[in-house]
């Protein structure tokens, strides 16, 4: 059958494509800005065919409406990374949490994770009858390959992401045409902390770098203070449209790239409607699996790779705590490690963890002890440097005694002389 005859006999509507998930069954949802909202309010519509669907999901950035206590006997979301809409389901044990390396989420879908259904949004078809995960390359494109059943979104707004962010009409067993815009993020607010943080980690940028970004305000920041820079690159698992200014400012060229030059390299991407036009079509724009974009060996590959990423807590061993507070589960690790370790082995490699020292001035985030309960995402033998307003903290190397001494420099004033006094208890030595 050729592809189009086979996309006219698989097309249905939102309500008829859900019947097909069954009770029991793990439905594996595209990631982030690519959720196909517009299937799974259907699903919700139709919440009381089921029981106990396993709806796995990483960054969820739409409305979550399955994690509602309502629908308690009918969805559990089992989050590899815990968002607005999903904390306070997974803090309540309503939902669950599974802790996952982004590089190796592919790989749980062929081995300990198994998946029933993927519920995907897409383009339209090329000539050739493929189709663009678009906005959600990562563990989406690997969900399609290892599902039972694909049920796809054909959303003619979702961007063309490049060669390897395509799969076939033929993969998708049951297919709804939907036109509508994509979930955006806003750029976050950059205030004078935040401005401070960003130029302390522009600092450790040396022209011809390549960038990965984590999410927020402060990766939005440090791009701010980047604009007399030259030749920078992008290997990230995401980014957002701080980058688009950057690019079209031809201070991101991608040309001095030691792998895949030329091209932005990423896995998924959140942003406005400018960041979708931007990748959309753009031959320079390589959208690939997160095996790929985020396995520590390949980051490894890019010459001066600068990983930026944030945190809730540090020790003043340089235990990074970025998921949990207290024993709360507030995120997840995500891509985080995964860049650390690469920065780590990369030649010319930097791994920055940058957070305001405080939150907002009334406990400060460099401590003595993680709170009780918190789960360490970078460890203290791979991180590299913190980065606060107050300045920059290398601990790479260092002895835990100077660690010490080198993050109470850059923590609050306010917090600097129980910390000193700490640290004197400690190393029985003066500050
Ligand atoms: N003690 C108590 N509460 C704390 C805290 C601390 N030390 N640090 C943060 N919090 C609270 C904040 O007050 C906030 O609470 P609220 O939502 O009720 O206001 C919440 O935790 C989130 O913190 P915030 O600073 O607003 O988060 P952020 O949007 O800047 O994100 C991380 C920071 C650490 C959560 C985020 O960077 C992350 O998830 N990192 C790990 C994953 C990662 O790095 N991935 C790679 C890139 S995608």
């Not at 749980?108 to 078809?125: C, I, K, Q």
């Not at 450790?204 to 030749?231: H, N, Y």
């Amino acid at each position: 059958m050729n592809w189009k005859t086979y996309y006219e006999t698989h097309l249905t509507t939102a309500e008829e494509a859900v019947t097909h998930i069954k009770s029991g069954d793990r439905v594996v949802v595209a990631h982030a800005c690519g959720e196909p909202s517009y299937l799974l309010d259907a699903m919700v519509a139709n919440a009381s065919a089921y029981r106990d669907v396993e709806l796995v999901h990483m960054v969820a950035m739409g409305k979550g409406d399955y994690c509602k206590p309502e629908y308690a006997e009918n969805f559990r979301h089992n989050a590899i990374f815990v968002g607005g809409s999903s904390r306070e389901a997974v803090a309540d044990g309503r939902a669950d949490f599974t802790p996952s390396f982004f590089f190796e989420v592919p790989r749980l879908f062929s081995t300990t994770m198994p998946v029933d259904v993927a519920l995907v949004m897409v383009t339209p078809p090329d000539e050739n009858g493929m189709c663009s995960l678009g906005v959600s390359v990562d563990y989406t494109q690997e969900a399609v390959k290892q599902a039972k059943l694909v049920i796809a979104q054909i959303n003619p707004q979702m961007p063309w992401t490049g060669p390897n962010s395509l799969v076939s009409v033929k993969d998708l067993d049951v297919i709804v045409e939907h036109d509508a815009p994509l979930i955006e993020l806003k750029p976050g607010k950059i205030g004078e902390i935040e401005k401070a943080i960003g130029e302390h980690c522009a600092s450790l940028v040396p022209d011809g770098a390549t960038l990965q970004l984590g999410i927020g305000a402060i990766p939005d920041a440090v791009l701010l203070f980047l604009k007399d820079k030259k030749d920078l690159g992008i290997h990230s698992e995401m980014f957002s449209d701080g980058v688009v200014e950057l690019a079209e400012a031809g201070v991101i060229t991608n040309a001095k790239k030691s792998l895949n030059p030329g091209k932005f390299v990423v896995a998924f991407l959140m942003g406005t409607k400018r960041l979708y036009d931007f990748v959309n079509h753009n031959p320079d724009v390589d959208m690939r699996p997160v095996d790929y974009v985020n396995h520590p060996f390949v980051v490894a590959q890019n010459d001066n790779l600068i990983s930026i990423n944030s945190c809730v807590q540090v020790d003043l061993m340089g235990q990074v705590a970025s998921e949990t507070v207290g024993s709360k589960q507030i995120s997840g690790v995500g891509g985080q490690v995964d860049f650390v370790r690469g920065a780590s082995a990369a030649k010319g490699g930097v791994s920055i963890i940058a957070m305001p020292s405080t939150v907002k001035g009334k406990i400060s985030k460099i401590v003595p002890l993680l709170d009780e309960g918190a789960a360490v995402t970078t460890s203290r033998n791979d991180v590299d440097y913190i980065v606060t307003e107050y300045g920059v903290a290398h601990l790479k190397g260092e002895t835990l005694r100077q660690r010490a001494r080198n993050l109470i420099a850059i923590a609050h004033p306010d917090f600097r002389d129980e910390l000193k006094a700490e640290f004197e208890k400690r190393f029985h030595c003066a500050f």
